[in-house]
């Protein structure tokens, strides 16, 4: 037990500390005993060794000696304090101590009774020293700082140990897990093994086993990120085991960016020229630009106006990054003598959203992608003269084009020249020549070119039917004034002119003649003859229309035969010729309008104007006799029965016509009417020969004894009866008549039982009964009886003057008896 001491005699020639000898024990605060044979005469030295509980403590040792002589036991005891020689925390770690730390504290795995703490090991003393050296039970990492670097698409390494030995049979296991939270943690892998053990036997705690951690590239411009690593530690060993308790060692891995803004092109050299050849290459980014962000490349040069490009600015997003984008280049042809040109071509890159990609936004491309562009120049002095061939018809202007090829030095003055007068040239000022400026030398000089009109009908040999214009150069610019020498000059337009002269009449297409109007046609020749032309003219049917004129008006012959002609001399070719085309008025309704023509025939010992064709003028003669009826009065009017007629009146507008065998139709206006009047005659007849007769129906009202309205309608109708088919075609509207009844004078009494209205007649004998409609059927039968009664002395039979009206009261009661039932008021 813990409190269990022992102790050995030792002779006196023993080395102390043998421990040799005969040997007792016994338990704290008890006897224990051994015996010797030796004689009391001897020294005897005891040694003894507390319990490792007590080795501490400031003892007193009784020894109690009992002498066996044999005869009598005598006996004695000692009572020796003593002090321990093993102190804790002095450093001195002794051999019944379990470890000495040099100091009385805890948790530093020599607790404050010199006693190995769980979780640590202190089997090691301090170099020189008998100091306990104690370890806790860990894993050791290294690098210890707990932090590693690789760069992108790299590997790094670290290593695991114990940081002490393990307890025979026992173990420490540890899993290495990834970082999948992480935007680093999920680029980073482990190489090889993730799972690691320390052992007795073949994995030894001090010997270091190896971690590789594998980093993807991304291509993206993404900085420094870190990731960390956890590690599961598991143990048998309960010194590990109770450190590892809850405790997760992380190691640190940085990931550094390899990736930096870069722009990438497949040329750096380029070569185009003016006169059309092209050249191209391909663009993209080194780096991907970073989530949500583009890059914008805009292609720059300090020689713009050499070349284009197409296009000139190039977006890059996280997904088109590596994409080639093929950018064209073109000569600009810039009409300038500058020879082969060698310039650049820039890129400016940045970042489409200010702040989003800062590392594309202060990238300069300058060292790695500015190209070289060599312009080939196809320009030299030169004149632009456009068209070269021009046709005009006389009269007509025609224009072309000056411009000089290339940008000139010094103004250049170009004058042109017409080779017949039948041509005249000038610039937009008026001028024979334009002055083309260094600054202006693009403009283009419209040249007008005008062809006289001679009104005359030319023949080759008569006038110049074309001829050219003619171009010279003068400027202080040596190049261009050297032109005029070239085989370029003298950049001829050649200019045809068609004639628009012809031989003819001018004469309207179409005459209009309406009766009794004369119409005035007018004629002219169109072009200059060469002597007198003489104009024959003739009507196609003369039995109706005749022409007259002035005194250049000459007739030949009579009748058909008659020839009728106007004459021009050569030098009255512009004069006017005028004759008139009359149709005589005939009050015939000609059934409105005829056609016939106007013929032409010319004379002359001119060539052109002889037996020239003349188309003939069409002649509409229109007929102002329009078949129709009048009537008089125009409106309505008033008749009362029994009172004066009335009168209507009717004429014809115009002569019925002739038919076939100069026979006519008569026209026969008759007036159908009501029993409201009566008309006399019943109709009238009217023919040719008194067709503008007026005619007179005398009208009047039919006096009956009808009780009707005091004012009614009669309608009056007029049919035409006629086989004139103009006159069948007249509708004369109908006339309404206003009737006024002298059959009654109307008293009107209220009836209260349908709200109706009693009339009666004077004079006296009748009563008209007016009921609302709807208040009685129609099929019913009112039986009306008088029953007359006396009146109030004094009242009955007085008459009262009114006028000239006399007026008798009366009384009595009526009895309506409709299907049978009576109804007094």
Not at 150 to 163: A, D, N, P
Not at 816 to 822: C, E, I, L, Q
Request: proline share 4%.
């Amino acid at each position: 037990s813990e409190d269990q001491w022992r102790g050995r005699f030792l002779a006196p020639a023993m080395a102390q500390g043998a421990y040799t000898g005969n040997e007792y024990s016994g338990q704290v605060g008890r006897y224990g005993a051994a015996r010797s044979s030796t004689t009391l005469s001897q020294s005897y030295a005891i040694m003894w060794q507390a319990p490792p509980a007590l080795t501490y403590l400031g003892l007193t040792v009784r020894i109690t000696v009992v002498v066996d002589n044999t005869t009598t036991c005598e006996g004695f005891f000692r009572e020796i304090p003593v002090r321990s020689l093993v102190v804790c925390g002095d450093g001195l770690k002794d051999d019944l101590e379990a470890c000495d730390d040099d100091n009385l504290l805890n948790s530093d795995g020599c607790n404050a009774t010199c006693g190995i703490e769980l979780g640590w090991t202190c089997a090691e003393f301090l170099p020189g020293t008998k100091t306990s050296k104690c370890t806790r039970a860990k894993v050791v990492f290294q690098p210890t700082s707990l932090l590693v670097s690789v760069e992108e698409g790299r590997q790094v390494t670290y290593s695991m140990s114990l940081s002490t030995f393990l307890a025979p049979g026992r173990f420490v296991y540890i899993e290495v897990q990834d970082d999948l939270l992480s935007t680093a943690g999920r680029s980073l892998s482990v190489v090889g093994a993730s799972n690691f053990t320390f052992d007795d036997t073949t994995n030894p705690w001090n010997v270091s086993q190896t971690v590789t951690i594998s980093s993807s590239n991304n291509d993206m411009i993404d900085g420094a990120r870190d990731a960390m690593l956890s590690h599961r530690v598991s143990s048998d060993d309960p010194n590990f085991a109770e450190f590892y308790r809850g405790v997760v060692p992380n190691m640190m891995v940085r990931v550094t960016d390899n990736d930096v803004p870069g722009l990438r092109v497949t040329k750096r050299s380029l070569t185009v020229h003016e006169d059309g050849a092209s050249d191209s290459y391909s663009i993209s980014l080194g780096t991907q630009p970073v989530p949500g962000s583009s890059v914008a490349v805009t292609i720059t040069s300090p020689s713009s106006n050499q070349f284009r490009t197409v296009p000139n600015r190039v977006l890059f997003t996280p997904l088109n990054w590596n994409v080639p984008q093929v950018v064209s280049v073109y000569a600009v042809d810039n009409f300038i003598v500058d020879g082969t040109v060698s310039t650049v071509l820039d890129h400016n890159v940045s970042a489409v959203i200010a702040g989003l990609d800062d590392a594309y936004n202060t990238f300069d491309a300058t060292d790695c992608c500015q190209l070289t562009v060599e312009v080939g120049d196809n320009d030299a002095p030169g004149l632009t003269v456009t068209p070269r061939d021009l046709s005009l018809t006389e009269g007509q202007n025609g224009t072309y084009i000056i411009q000089t090829r290339t940008q000139p030095l010094h103004t250049v003055y170009v004058n042109f020249t017409s080779s017949t007068p039948s041509l005249r040239v000038t610039a937009a000022d008026g001028t024979a020549g334009v002055a083309i400026t260094r600054l202006g030398y693009r403009t283009s000089h419209v040249v007008t070119v005008h062809a006289l009109n001679n009104d005359m009908v030319n023949t080759v040999w008569e006038l110049p039917l074309g001829g050219s214009m003619t171009h010279t150069l003068s400027s202080a610019d040596t190049d261009y004034a050297a032109l005029n020498a070239t085989s370029a000059a003298p950049w001829a337009v050649q200019v045809t002119i068609k004639d628009d002269d012809f031989a003819g009449l001018r004469r309207p297409e179409t005459i209009t003649v309406t009766e009794g109007t004369p119409t005035e046609i007018e004629m002219s020749l169109p072009t200059l003859p060469k002597s007198k032309v003489t104009l024959y003219l003739s009507l196609n049917d003369t039995s109706y229309l005749k022409v007259e004129g002035d005194t250049t008006l000459n007739r030949q012959g009579e009748g058909a035969s008659e020839r009728l002609s106007v004459e021009w001399e050569a030098s009255q070719w512009q004069q006017v010729r005028r004759v008139r085309v009359l149709r005589a008025e005939n009050d015939l309704t000609d059934s409105g309008q005829r056609t016939t023509s106007l013929q032409y025939a010319m004379e002359s010992l001119d060539a052109s104007y002889s037996g020239v064709a003349v188309k003939d003028s069409v002649v509409i003669v229109v007929d102002d006799d329009k078949a129709g009826v009048t009537v008089t009065p125009s409106t309505g009017f008033t008749l009362t029965e029994g009172g004066a007629t009335s009168q209507v009146t009717v004429t014809l507008d115009s002569m019925p016509q002739l038919f076939e065998g100069n026979q006519s139709r008569d026209v026969v206006v008759r007036l159908v009417h009501d029993v409201q009047v009566a008309v006399t005659p019943a109709e009238i007849t009217f023919v040719r020969a008194n067709y503008s007769a007026v005619g007179v129906f005398t009208i009047r009202a039919v006096d009956d004894t009808t009780i009707e309205e005091s004012q009614h309608l009669s309608l009056l109708r007029f049919q035409i009866v006629t086989g004139d088919t103009e006159y069948q075609k007249v509708v004369v509207p109908d006339k309404i008549v206003t009737i006024v009844d002298n059959d009654k004078e109307r008293l009107t009494v209220g009836m209260g039982k349908w709200g109706g209205v009693m009339s009666l007649t004077v004079p006296y004998g009748a009563v008209i009964l007016s009921v609302p409609p709807g208040a009685l059927s129609n099929d019913t039968k009112l039986v009306l009886r008088e029953s007359l009664k006396p009146l109030p002395a004094g009242t009955a039979g007085t008459e009262t003057s009114l006028g000239q009206l006399r007026v008798r009261r009366v009384g009595g009661s009526y009895e309506f008896k409709p299907h049978g039932t009576t109804f007094a008021t």
